[in-house]
């Protein structure tokens, strides 16, 4: 089982679509979750923390379930310039990361 | 703000030469900073993790005499790629950590192109 696993779509929603992404880890252990944001030929930028009370940053809303180890991406509203791939990104402790492959995403007007 | 540059961001070169990359934090200082490759519409792999004025530490499977890390300040750490063959040919990217935080802040990455 990979430690980091995503779907990697593609997902093609249009303008304005709710689309929701998933990510499990393997590592119980682990201690610090994020979703970062690639586009194509660019490195990843951070677009969030996740934390187990759940965030919310303007139409993206991030949820860790630890008991089931699982992260999600909630994208509302989804905007033509939401098309990128989605990494997802678990951290253990001393800076330990684990990519996900990536989830990709295509949203359409 | 926390700005991390490479550089090249685009090299091309002959099969058994050598290419250094250096990454840089231009605005804070990065006791820790990582190197990665990412091959076409794959994830990321760590490839080291490098420790200002300490010797880096590979993950399995990286051949360390193959991708030379130094780390020779809180600002700059450098990948040298050895002998250099077609299948390096991927896109490498560095990140720094700021103290005492978990986020890691990119570089823009580097395209190495092997002939």
């Known amino acids: 089982r990979k430690e980091v696993e995503q779907d990697p779509g593609p997902f093609n929603v249009p303008e304005g679509a709710t689309v929701a992404f998933n990510c499990t880890y393997s590592?119980?252990?682990?201690?610090?979750f994020f979703w970062y944001r690639q586009d194509c030929r660019k490195e990843p930028k951070l677009l969030m923390s996740?934390?187990?009370s759940g965030n919310e940053d303007g139409r993206f809303t991030a949820q860790l379930n630890r008991a089931s180890q699982y992260i999600s991406l909630l994208i509302r509203d989804s905007k033509l310039s939401d098309s990128a791939t989605y990494l997802c990104?678990?951290?253990?402790?001393?800076?330990?990361?684990?990519f996900g492959a990536g989830t990709r995403l295509f949203v359409k007007a | 703000g926390a700005v991390v540059s490479q550089h090249p961001s685009r090299v091309i070169c002959k099969s058994g030469t050598s290419v250094k990359i250096e990454c840089r934090s231009l605005?804070?200082?990065?006791?820790?900073m990582f190197w990665y490759r990412q091959f076409p519409k794959k994830s990321l792999m760590l490839m080291a993790t490098?420790?200002?004025?300490?010797?880096?530490?590979?993950e399995q499977g990286v051949e360390k005499d193959k991708f030379l890390i130094n780390h020779a300040s809180l600002t700059l750490s450098t990948l040298t790629v050895t002998s250099a063959h077609p299948e390096d040919s991927s896109f490498y990217i560095c990140?720094?950590?700021?103290?005492?935080?978990?986020?890691?802040?990119f570089g823009p990455g580097t395209r190495l192109l092997v002939l």
């Open positions: 996740v934390y187990s």
């Open positions: 605005d804070f200082q990065a006791t820790t």
């Open positions: 990140s720094a950590g700021k103290q005492g935080y978990q986020t890691q802040y």
């Open positions: 490098s420790n200002e004025g300490s010797k880096a530490t590979y």
């Open positions: 590592n119980s252990a682990s201690q610090s």
């Open positions: 990104v678990v951290e253990g402790g001393g800076f330990k990361t684990i």
